[in-house]
């Protein structure tokens, strides 16, 4: 078996021999020519290896014989077409070489269990310990990536980094966060944020200075932390509470007349760049066209079976923009208005309106718009006590 | 290797000295394999003749094939029906 897997290998030829074969024989011996398959009869013949049979025709013609090549059989014939093709061959080992070589670095990073840290923050964390589409995995640690990459992010909980075949995969689960509980063991008073009517006052912590009914003006000391016991003695307190108030607000916007809007012209420059293992390879020669023009960045990544690809493709398209002033209609300005006043509204919590009141005034190009209402609202607000303390 | 077949060789000659042939040993009556054969004088289907030394032996039989050959030694195939030494 392995005589013939050599035979083929370097491939054989068969040739008949016309003359004395005994003798041609007796010669190739003597030579040290190795021959098999020796026939004879009518047509003598044999089998010589490939590569030898360029010096059988010195012994034939020692031998006084002729030779004729009959047939060729093994590998270097069957691939005598590639001679002539030598791209393809190359190709291959090239080919061969390439997947060798890539087969041995990190294709792409998948990351999963992500709630409230950007994957772009993890990945340029990544990036700098390494763990990056291009980089070896003979260089890539697994575990010191995990170490590094969990004293980057102190809120994750648990993380594990594992490398599969050419990807690697990072697994991270979010922890939460402990709350600041000094805020609540501070020495702080209960003051009032706005002036109003108390129609409701609940005390947590701390001695009440307020009752329901009482009118009370901003920065009134409601509920005060300096506890006094039953034999006198004092205690600063954490004071706490929720009183509620009807309270009159007054919210302002001021909005101009006229607009400066950004349109596009119409006139767009679009650069391609394709990343290939990271690397930007630039597809266009197009410059970015900098100011006066707004972009938007899209990034095509390559999949194959659910399996990100480090090849890319990095799009920017730049869109020419001009600025145009247009005037409001008062409809608009007051529509406008009134959004930024609900956004002020907003800001404010557990603030409930029972009514309100419109004023609308145009001057100077400005649209003026006041809301005056009576609310309901928690008024308390903790102010902190500040003690110096000689120690 | 080389000094491995010199001490062969320098076996051979010994023994073809003492004996005054070659060595042959037979299978059954499927192969002969000679050593110390100095060439072949006669091949065909029915007859292998080969020199040795001062004599030639000559193989009889049927599909008679040299399935390999050195400059001592070869090794000789089929249905053997007889064995000659001729002088």
Known sequence: MLVQLARWFWGSVRFRVTGSPERFFNRCAREGIALWGMESGETPGAWIRAGYYKQLPACARASQCGLRILEKRGLPF???????????????????????????????????????????????????????????????????????????????????????????????????????????QKPSNVKADVSGQILLFETYDGTALAAEGDAVTAGQLLISGVVEDTFGNVSLRHAAGRVIASTTRTFTASIPMTETLSEETGNTVSRRSLRLFGLRLPLTLAEAPGEGWSCSRTLTALRVNGVELPVSLFEEVWAETASRERILTPEEALEAARREVERQQAALKSLRILSSEEKIEESGGVLRYTLTAKCEEDIAREAEILVNSPN | MEEQNTQHRGGLTLLHHAVGGCHIELLGNRQAVVEGSQGILEYGDDVVRVRAGKLAVRFRGRNLKIRCMTADSLVVEGFLLGMDFLT
């Open chain 1, 78 to 184: 069957s691939t005598m077409w590639l001679r002539r093709r030598k791209g393809l061959p190359t190709g291959a080992a090239l080919g061969a070489l390439l997947l060798f070589v890539l087969s041995q670095q990190i294709w792409c990073v998948q990351v999963s269990g992500l709630q409230t840290i950007p994957e772009e923050e993890l990945r340029a964390a990544c990036e700098e310990i390494g763990l990056v589409p291009g980089a070896w995995k003979s260089q890539v640690d697994p575990i010191r990536a995990e170490q590094e990459l969990m004293l980057r992010f102190p809120n994750v909980s648990w993380m594990t980094v594992n490398t599969q075949g050419s990807s690697a995969y990072i697994e991270l689960a979010e922890g939460v966060q402990k709350p600041d509980m000094s805020a609540f």
